[in-house]
């Protein structure tokens, strides 16, 4: 009886844990997603990527239609910054190659880098996450993952 109680509850314990990652795994993919979408608005209005994803914050505020490139309003301000921490994942932007500048206040950028890692591999998640101005997820497990790699979700 006792161990079978004990059985239960390391299974159990297993299994909750990796419940756990994959909730991570999927709340990283679709902050990636949501970057991406934002990113993407972004070049359709101003031709080129900021170059840093904090141009992109006040989106609590509304009406991104008539937000200037330099606080388009794209990104609630918690997510609009180029490192950030959330639900055990890091999540870093990089700007890519100039592009042209923007009213002297910005440059525009041709394109971007887009990573999110486990802030603890193994324990808050197993998969790494890339993306870029293309607009594809790619995952790769236990390491830093790049355009070479996976696309995630796919089988």
Do not use: C
């Not at 009886?1 to 239960?8: G, K, R, T």
């Not at 989106?59 to 055990?88: H, I, K, N, V, W």
């Not at 193994?122 to 293309?134: A, H, K, W």
Request: aromatic residues 10%.
């Amino acid at each position: 009886m006792v161990v079978a109680l004990l059985w239960v509850l390391v299974y159990g314990a297993r299994e909750l844990k990796e419940s756990w990652k994959q909730k991570n795994e999927a709340r990283a993919r679709e902050t990636v997603a949501r970057v991406n979408r934002a990113l993407a608005a972004f070049s359709r209005k101003y031709q080129g990527y900021p170059d840093s994803l904090q141009r992109l914050r006040g989106g609590e505020e509304g009406r991104a239609e008539t937000a200037p490139p330099e606080r388009a309003r794209l990104l609630e301000s918690e997510l609009a910054q180029d490192a950030f921490e959330r639900g055990g994942y890091r999540f870093r932007f990089q700007p890519g190659a100039g592009l042209q500048s923007w009213a002297a206040t910005m440059q525009l950028r041709s394109g971007y880098r887009l990573t999110a890692e486990p802030l603890e591999p193994g324990g808050s998640g197993d998969l790494f996450y890339f993306t870029d101005e293309n607009g594809v997820i790619h995952a790769r497990p236990g390491a830093a993952a790049g355009p070479d790699d996976p696309v995630a979700g796919a089988t």
